[in-house]
């Protein structure tokens, strides 16, 4: 964890995306991801959070948007995911998409932002995502691709979530990362043993900026994407 820094102080220190359950140290954000198999068993979670079917899910039975729903609808389910597409894992495309689609209409409905796993199917997804532009946006969560790739994404109004790999001192991510622009990024920690201090250590020094001025642009595309009423809010549950 890191020491000395003032943004630590603060309340607003975001991991965009995780599979863990704890809700973090004292002014941290935590978005915890949970898959439609896990809410299924659930009863009731206070944290942050977002929910969806992921495309591996999606060829399963028992699959109940209805009940989805009723997750999403609850004021600390922040976002609608992780959803998406998936070339190398799960039901053939066709069936990837419908599920994709039923979910980017319920984010629509409720006004909740996307977050998206997508593996080789990124013309796909940015068809898909023309087809619903009132939702407010959707974010590419453990970003991992080309310059190209990135700039591609931006273009077509998505965000790109960074996260451990980028302490795996690949210099390849780390020039994709430094191009990004800052009003487009978000950091995540998802499966990965590195807190989120350590991967704002790093992403800071990629780009050349301290910890704190990365804090504050991340921050502000928590607002915007978010609204500027989330933060607050959820740091008053804290």
């Given at each position: 964890m890191?020491?000395?820094?003032?943004?630590?102080?603060?309340?607003?220190?975001?991991d965009l995306h995780t599979h863990q359950s704890w809700?973090?140290?004292?002014?941290?954000?935590?978005?915890r991801s949970f898959q439609f198999s896990e809410i299924a068993e659930l009863k009731t979670f206070t944290l942050p959070f977002s929910v969806?079917?992921?495309?591996?899910?999606?060829?399963?039975?028992?699959?109940?948007?209805?009940?989805?729903?009723?997750?999403?609808?609850?004021?600390?389910?922040?976002a609608v995911g992780e959803s998406g597409?998936?070339?190398?894992?799960?039901?053939?495309?066709?069936?990837?998409?419908r599920w994709l689609m039923a979910q980017a209409q319920l984010a629509m409905s409720h006004s909740k932002p996307m977050i998206i796993h997508c593996v080789r199917y990124w013309n796909e997804l940015i068809t898909i995502r023309r087809k619903f532009p009132e939702v407010p946006a959707w974010i590419i969560h453990g970003f991992r691709g080309k310059a190209?790739?990135?700039?591609?994404?931006?273009?077509?109004?998505?965000?790109?979530?960074?996260?451990?790999?980028?302490?795996?001192?690949?210099?390849?991510?780390?020039?994709?990362?430094?191009?990004v622009p800052v009003t487009r990024l978000f950091l995540e920690t998802?499966?990965?043993?590195?807190?989120?201090?350590?991967?704002?250590?790093?992403?800071?020094?990629?780009?050349?900026?301290?910890?704190?001025?990365?804090?504050?642009?991340?921050i502000n595309n928590f607002n915007t994407v978010f609204g500027n009423d989330v933060l607050p809010r959820l740091a008053s549950t804290h």
């Open positions: 890191l020491s000395g820094g003032s943004y630590l102080e603060s309340y607003d220190m975001i809700p973090g140290y004292s002014g941290m954000i935590r978005i969806g079917i992921h495309p591996w899910e999606a060829g399963d039975g028992g699959l109940d948007l209805a009940l989805l729903e009723r997750w999403i609808q609850q004021p600390n389910c922040l597409l998936d070339k190398l894992r799960g039901p053939v495309l066709e069936v990837q998409i190209e790739l990135a700039a591609q994404l931006v273009r077509h109004g998505f965000y790109l979530a960074f996260g451990t790999a980028l302490m795996e001192e690949s210099a390849a991510l780390a020039e994709v990362f430094a191009q998802d499966e990965g043993d590195a807190t989120i201090e350590e991967v704002y250590t790093i992403a800071a020094s990629i780009r050349q900026i301290t910890p704190e001025q990365l804090q504050t642009a991340i």
